[in-house]
């Protein structure tokens, strides 16, 4: 079964402090994987997308990794910012934008 | 010059009513959907449409009725509305020429409530 998984639910930090959020993905066939930041109200923003031969790919302050091998990815926040507040969403492709296998998301709360 | 426009942003209605979404894209995109967002907060494919033709439909019961009337249009007609069609619809839209990994540009969600 195609599935998505990631952890932690929820998470809260301070402003100015580094997160990682994690996913793990039993989907197949691979094609990509992508991150989403959807704020409360409004709808997913893509973040990156990762292809199988890449392994690490920036956007600003985030950072997202791709092992393909044991399936996991994460998502590194740096230097975290109230506006930083929102659902973390990890999306597999398996080969077309109408194949796509979206997580639960994390929920970041980033507080003063 | 919101690039995915939803209207309504927010639609109450009572069970059995017919209802309609409308969403509309300014990016020159070729392919638009229509997605679900459960009380669980997943996302999932309800229809795709590209250059105004149906590309896939989900197992979605046909009360759901996609209509396009351009590239840049894709509506959402649904008819006798049922407690269990409360949820976050989202449009989204794609350029097809880019391939399968051109993102997905999202609208901002209209919120149904069947009562």
């Known amino acids: 079964k195609n599935q998505v998984e990631q952890s932690p639910q929820s998470l809260i930090i301070l402003e100015g402090k580094n997160c990682t959020l994690q996913?793990?993905?039993?989907?197949?066939?691979?094609?990509?994987l992508r991150w989403y930041k959807q704020d409360t109200g409004r709808g997913p923003v893509s973040l990156t997308i990762?292809?199988?031969?890449?392994n690490t790919k920036s956007n600003g302050r985030y950072t997202a990794t791709l092992d393909a091998d044991t399936k996991q990815s994460s998502l590194h926040i740096t230097a975290s910012q109230l506006s930083d507040s929102a659902s973390y969403i990890c999306?597999?492709?398996?080969?077309?934008?109408?194949?796509?296998?979206f997580g639960k998301g994390t929920l970041l709360t980033v507080n003063p | 010059d919101t690039a995915v426009s939803q209207t309504p942003k927010y639609l109450v209605t009572q069970m059995g009513n017919d209802k309609s979404i409308k969403c509309e894209q300014n990016?020159?995109?070729?392919?638009m959907y229509w997605y679900k967002q459960d009380s669980k907060k997943f996302l999932k494919i309800m229809f795709s449409?590209?250059?105004?033709?149906?590309?896939i439909n989900e197992t979605v019961p046909n009360r759901f009725s996609p209509k396009s009337p351009d590239k840049a249009h894709l509506n959402l007609h649904i008819n006798s509305l049922e407690l269990g069609d409360s949820a976050v619809y989202f449009c989204?839209?794609?350029?097809?020429?880019?391939?399968?990994?051109?993102?997905?540009?999202f609208g901002n969600g209209t919120r149904l409530t069947v009562t």
């Open positions: 449409y590209n250059n105004k033709e149906l590309i």
């Open positions: 996913c793990n993905y039993t989907v197949s066939p691979f094609s990509n």
């Open positions: 999306v597999v492709s398996r080969g077309s934008n109408y194949k796509l296998t």
């Open positions: 990762m292809t199988f031969s890449e």
């Open positions: 990016l020159g995109h070729d392919t």
């Open positions: 989204a839209s794609s350029p097809f020429d880019r391939g399968e990994n051109s993102p997905l540009h």
